[in-house]
C-alpha cells in the first residue's frame, strides 16, 4: 500500500508557523504602541490633514473601492519616499483622537444629526478632513443646525477642489460615504512601518 506524501511538511510548515507567531507579536506590539502614542499637537496635525486632504482628492481621480484606504497607502508611500514617514505615521495615529473630538462635540449639538450610529461615525471619522476651523466651530458648539452644518461642509468642500465636480464628490464622500480613515490609515501605518525596517 503507497503511502501518502505532502509537499507541506518540515521545514516551510516550520518557517510558516515562525511567520505567523512573529506577525501576531508584531500586530500586538504594534497595538501596544500606538496606544502610548500621544496625539499631534494641533499645530502640525492641521497642516498635514492639508496634504491628506490632496492626496485623498488625487486618489479619487483614480480610485476604484475605498477611496479613503487607497488615499491612506497613498500618503504612507510619499512619506516614505520623501523620509517623512514617522511624521507620517504620528499623523496616522492621531487621526482617531481628532475623529473623537468631533464625535464628542457632535453629540453635544442642539439638533439630531438624524442618522444611525454607523453613518453618524462615518461623518465623525470623516469631519478632521474639513479642517481645523470647521472642527473648531463644531468643538465650540457654533452651528445651530444640521443645515448650517451642511452648508459649512459644501462651502468648505467647495474652496478645497478645484472643479464643481470634485467638490460635489468630496461633498458626497463626507456627508454620505461609508468613511475609514482612522483605521485606514492606521493600517496603512503599520505596513510602512514594517517596509521602513528593511532599510534599518
Known amino acids: 500500500m503507497a503511502t501518502e506524501t505532502t509537499i507541506l511538511d518540515g521545514t516551510i510548515m516550520t518557517q510558516a508557523k515562525a511567520f505567523r507567531e512573529a506577525r501576531h507579536m508584531f500586530e500586538e506590539?504594534?497595538?501596544?504602541?500606538?496606544?502610548?502614542?500621544?496625539?499631534?499637537?494641533?499645530?502640525?496635525f492641521w497642516p498635514m490633514v492639508e496634504r491628506f486632504r490632496r492626496v485623498l482628492l488625487d486618489?479619487?481621480?483614480?480610485?476604484?473601492?475605498?477611496?479613503g484606504e487607497a488615499a491612506a497607502g497613498e500618503f504612507l508611500r510619499e512619506?516614505?519616499?520623501?523620509?517623512?514617514?514617522?511624521?507620517?505615521?504620528?499623523?496616522?495615529?492621531?487621526?482617531?483622537?481628532?475623529?473623537?473630538?468631533a464625535y464628542a462635540a457632535g453629540d453635544e449639538t442642539g439638533f439630531s444629526w438624524g442618522r444611525g450610529d454607523d453613518s453618524y461615525?462615518?461623518?465623525?471619522?470623516?469631519?478632521?478632513?474639513?479642517?481645523?476651523?470647521?472642527?473648531?466651530?463644531?468643538?465650540?458648539?457654533?452651528?445651530?443646525?444640521?443645515?448650517?452644518?451642511?452648508?459649512?461642509?459644501?462651502?468648505?468642500?467647495?474652496?478645497?477642489?478645484?472643479?464643481?465636480?470634485?467638490?460635489?464628490r468630496l461633498v458626497q464622500l463626507v456627508l454620505h460615504g461609508e468613511n475609514y480613515f482612522a483605521s485606514s490609515l492606521e493600517e496603512a501605518a503599520q505596513k510602512w512601518v514594517v517596509l521602513e525596517s528593511r532599510n534599518q
Open 29 to 44: 506590539q504594534f497595538r501596544n504602541f500606538k496606544m502610548g502614542i500621544t496625539p499631534m499637537e494641533p499645530e502640525h
Open 59 to 67: 486618489t479619487m481621480l483614480y480610485a476604484k473601492g475605498s477611496v
Open 79 to 101: 512619506a516614505a519616499n520623501a523620509n517623512t514617514l514617522a511624521d507620517a505615521v504620528h499623523f496616522a495615529l492621531s487621526w482617531r483622537h481628532y475623529r473623537s473630538k
Open 121 to 168: 461615525g462615518d461623518l465623525m471619522d470623516a469631519v478632521p478632513l474639513l479642517g481645523q476651523i470647521v472642527n473648531r466651530r463644531l468643538c465650540l458648539g457654533k452651528f445651530a443646525t444640521l443645515r448650517e452644518f451642511n452648508e459649512q461642509v459644501r462651502a468648505s468642500c467647495s474652496t478645497f477642489a478645484s472643479t464643481d465636480s470634485m467638490a460635489d
